[in-house]
C-alpha cells in the first residue's frame, strides 16, 4: 500500500502489511501496529437528511454494504417503505409505479447492479420520468475482487448510453450537497440520474475474517 | 392439461367491467396491451409498450403510493416469467391493494406463436403461493370468470391469479404510445392537475 497515501489506507481498511504484524520470536514486545479503527462515515446520514428533505416516501435496493447504514436509517423512518429487491431493474419499474401513484422514491445499488437496469431504464427515460438511483461503486481504488472491475469501469458508459445524468461523488463532504441537486435534477426535470459513489470515498471493501 | 377454451378479448372486458376511478391498471407489452385498449381506452391505464418484465413491480410502486384505489397488472406469461423474482419481492411487501393477472397464451404471441416454459407446465400460480401470496388461482373455464373477477377487483391481496387463454391471434387494437403522454395523463387523472 506504499503507493497510497497513509489516509487512504485508513480509510480502505485493509490489513496492516505483514512486516508490521506481530514481532520476531525472542525479541522484546514491540506494541503490534494497526490503523486507528476509522470513524463512521456521516455523509449516509447526509444522503438520509436530503431524502427527506425532498419527502422521498419508497427506497428500494439491492444491498450493498456501502448503503447499509443509509438502508438503516430508511428502514427506521415510519414515512418510507423500503423494499428488498431480487434484481435491480425491479426497482426502477416500482418507482415508475410510485411516480405514477404521486410518490418520491429511490433506488440504492451497487455498480454491479446497474448493468442489471439496462432496459428497464427505457422506462423513465421514454416516459420522462424522475428516477434517482444512488450507486455504490466497486472495480475502483483498492478493489480486491477483480469480478467487480468491468461493471465498475462499465457503470457510468451504460448510465450514459441509457440517457441516464451522472453526478460522481468522490468526496464525503460534497455527498449531501449532490444528493440535493440530484433530487432537484430528477423531480423538477422528470428525468433519470444517478448518483455515483466512489469507491475512494465509501473505502473498499475488506476481505479479511473478523 | 385440457385444452384452453378461454378468450382473452371477452375475459379483459369482464375483467374490466364497471370499472371507476378507484381502479388503476397497467398492462403488461404486446397482447395484454391490445386486450385492455380493445377494452376501451382510459387515463387510468398505463399501457406498456416496452420494459418487459416490470409490470408487476410498476404495480407494487403504484398500489404502495396509492393504497386506497386498486391496481391490477394485466400481463402476458412470457411478461410474468421475465419477472418471476418480483414475486418474492412482491410477497414481502403484501399490498392489500395489488393484483396480478396474467394472459397466460403459453406461447409468445408478438414473435411467432414460440411456446413459453407455461406449455411445459411450469405453474406461474403455484410459485406465486410458493413464494407466499395469500390469494392465487388458477383460472380454466368459463364458470371460473366471476371468482377471477372476484379476486382481480376486491379480493384482499396480493392477488395473483392466471387465466389459461386461447392462442388465438387477434386485430391489434392500439393505445397511444407515447410513454410521456400515457404517464402525464395517467398522473392527472388520478393526482389532479400538475
Known sequence: MAHLPVAWEDRLRLPPPAASVGHPIGSKAVPRMTAPAPAAPTWPDDI????????????????????????RSCEGDNAMQVVTLTTEEEGVAM?????????????????????????MLSLPTTCRMPLLMIVT????????????????LATEAVLTAMQVACYRCERADEVGLVVENALRYAFEGSRP???????????????VNE | ????????????ADLLKGRDENL?????????????????DD??????????????????????????????????????????????????????????????????????????PTHAGVDLAGMAAAAGWPATFTARAETDVPRLVELARRTPGPVFAVAKIMAEKLPFVLPPKDGAYLKDRFRQAVLGKA
Not at chain 2, 391498471?25 to 377494452?39: K, N, S
Request: charge should be positive; hydrophobic fraction near 50%; charged fraction near 15%.
Open chain 2, 43 to 116: 387515463p387510468r391505464t398505463f399501457f406498456l409498450w416496452g420494459a418487459m418484465g416490470g409490470a408487476t413491480m410498476i404495480g407494487l410502486g403504484l398500489a404502495l403510493a396509492q393504497p386506497d384505489r386498486r391496481v391490477l397488472v394485466l400481463a402476458g406469461d412470457g411478461e410474468m416469467l421475465m419477472s418471476v423474482g418480483s414475486l418474492a419481492t412482491v410477497a414481502m411487501k403484501r399490498p392489500a391493494n395489488l393484483a396480478v393477472v396474467v394472459l397466460d397464451n403459453e406461447h409468445f404471441g408478438e414473435t411467432g406463436m414460440q411456446p413459453t
Open chain 2, 24 to 40: 388503476l391498471v397497467v398492462t403488461g407489452l404486446g397482447t395484454p396491451t391490445y386486450d385492455v385498449a380493445a377494452a376501451g
Open chain 1, 193 to 207: 440520474v444517478a448518483v455515483l459513489l466512489s469507491q475512494r470515498l465509501i473505502g473498499a471493501k475488506a476481505f
Open chain 2, 1 to 12: 392439461m385440457p385444452e384452453a377454451i378461454l378468450h382473452r378479448r371477452p375475459l379483459v
Open chain 1, 95 to 119: 418507482l415508475c409505479g410510485a411516480h405514477l401513484g404521486g410518490q418520491r422514491g429511490v433506488l440504492l445499488v451497487q455498480s454491479s447492479g446497474v448493468g442489471n437496469c439496462i432496459n
Open chain 1, 137 to 152: 461503486m466497486r472495480g475502483e481504488f483498492g478493489e480486491f475482487n477483480p469480478w467487480q472491475n468491468a461493471m465498475g
Open chain 1, 48 to 71: 438520509f437528511r436530503a431524502l427527506k428533505a425532498a419527502g422521498v416516501r419508497q427506497v428500494c435496493h439491492v444491498p450493498d454494504a456501502g448503503h447499509a447504514r443509509l438502508i
